[in-house]
């Protein structure tokens, strides 16, 4: 017997050729710079400046990877940035997600006040001058902790985690009570394992923030030891593009003519060593991180 099959209509098979197309197009917007970027951070700095190097390096070289990580300070830098973005962002997690479940109780005592008040913290803030002044203070100036304990806590992070919690059946917290659960058996038992998508979210965002900051090592810094890998590469670029516009000897131009390291092409070498290690982490939580991508955007 010949099985009836519902054969889409040409409308329908336009939108979605329509659909195809755009989606390879924004693939396409979005990985075409990447291989730029990819190409011209292997490429002779030099030779890029004449143009052409599209997705594929003309002149290979390794000088501005070298030039990078020349002076050694790099590798210093790595430590400080991995660890305040693991310290930073599993003290993020624990208490955002604890707050998360404490606001998602009903009987909290000044509940709708304690939401009020830190939910005005998103819409005004001290400025720079203030939160300098907290900092010396709090004596976070020069300290490692400036990294960390400042964005211990987001409220954008902590109202999707509340919402996220309040998704959860209460039925389940009523029954962990009646077994004579607390709340922080039911916290470490039920909210948490139920929370990985949110958690990933969370974490993954609160990751990249940390590894991409230099402000907070520019800033409120003194101790170059202790600067993050962006604010290291940040100042390299800064030097290297004055280098670049105080050229006023002969013997200066010559060098600099012949010198296979441009900014331009340290730019790139930089933007691919502080890049690349913060895309291996993503495969690890893609699971999770689509799961979770939307929490917030439909209220039920």
């Not at 390096?57 to 790099?74: A, H, Q, Y």
């Given at each position: 017997m010949k099985k009836n099959h519902i054969r889409d209509s040409l409308t329908d098979n336009l939108v979605q050729a329509v659909i195809l197309i755009v989606l390879i197009a924004l693939c396409l917007v979005i990985l075409?710079?990447?291989?730029?970027?990819?190409?011209?951070?292997?490429?002779?700095?030099?030779?890029?400046?004449?143009?052409?190097?599209?997705?594929?390096?003309?002149?290979?070289?390794?000088?501005?990877?070298?030039?990078?990580?020349?002076?050694?300070?790099?590798?210093?830098?790595?430590?400080?940035?991995?660890?305040?973005?693991?310290?930073g962002t599993f003290g993020s997690l624990f208490i955002t997600t604890m707050a998360g479940y404490a606001l998602k109780q009903k009987d909290?005592?000044?509940?709708?006040?304690?939401?009020?008040?830190?939910?005005?913290?998103?819409?005004?803030?001290?400025?720079?001058?203030?939160?300098?002044?907290?900092?010396?203070?709090?004596?976070?100036?020069?300290?490692?902790?400036?990294?960390?304990?400042?964005?211990?806590?987001?409220?954008?992070?902590?109202?999707?985690?509340?919402?996220?919690?309040?998704?959860?059946?209460?039925?389940?917290?009523?029954?962990?009570?009646?077994?004579?659960?607390?709340?922080?058996?039911?916290?470490?038992?039920?909210?948490?394992?139920?929370?990985?998508?949110?958690?990933?979210?969370?974490?993954?965002?609160?990751?990249?923030?940390?590894?991409?900051?230099?402000f907070a090592g520019a800033f409120y810094m003194n101790d170059t030891s202790k600067w993050p890998v962006q604010t290291v590469l940040q100042q390299m670029l800064t030097k290297a593009m004055n280098q670049q516009q105080e050229v006023t000897s002969v013997a200066q131009a010559l060098a600099h003519n012949t010198a296979s390291v441009t900014s331009d092409s340290l730019k790139m070498a930089a933007v691919i060593v502080t890049t690349v290690p913060i895309l291996c982490v993503y495969p690890f939580i893609q699971k999770y991180f689509a799961q979770g991508a939307m929490i917030g955007a439909v209220k039920g």
């Open positions: 075409l710079p990447c291989l730029n970027v990819l190409a011209l951070s292997f490429n002779d700095g030099k030779d890029a400046a004449k143009g052409g190097v599209w997705f594929w390096p003309r002149k290979f070289t390794l000088d501005n990877f070298r030039e990078v990580f020349k002076d050694g300070s790099i590798m210093g830098a790595y430590w400080i940035t991995i660890a305040r973005t693991l310290i909290l005592p000044g509940r709708k006040v304690i939401t009020m008040l830190i939910t005005f913290t998103m819409l005004f803030g001290g400025g720079m001058i203030p939160t300098y002044i907290q900092f010396k203070n709090l004596h976070l100036l020069n300290s490692f902790w400036v990294y960390v304990v400042p964005s211990l806590v987001s409220v954008t992070y902590l109202m999707m985690v509340r919402s996220f919690f309040e998704g959860i059946p209460e039925s389940l917290e009523e029954s962990a009570k009646l077994d004579g659960c607390g709340y922080f058996q039911i916290y470490g038992k039920i909210m948490m394992p139920l929370s990985k998508p949110v958690i990933a979210v969370v974490g993954l965002y609160t990751a990249v923030n940390h590894w991409n900051d230099w």
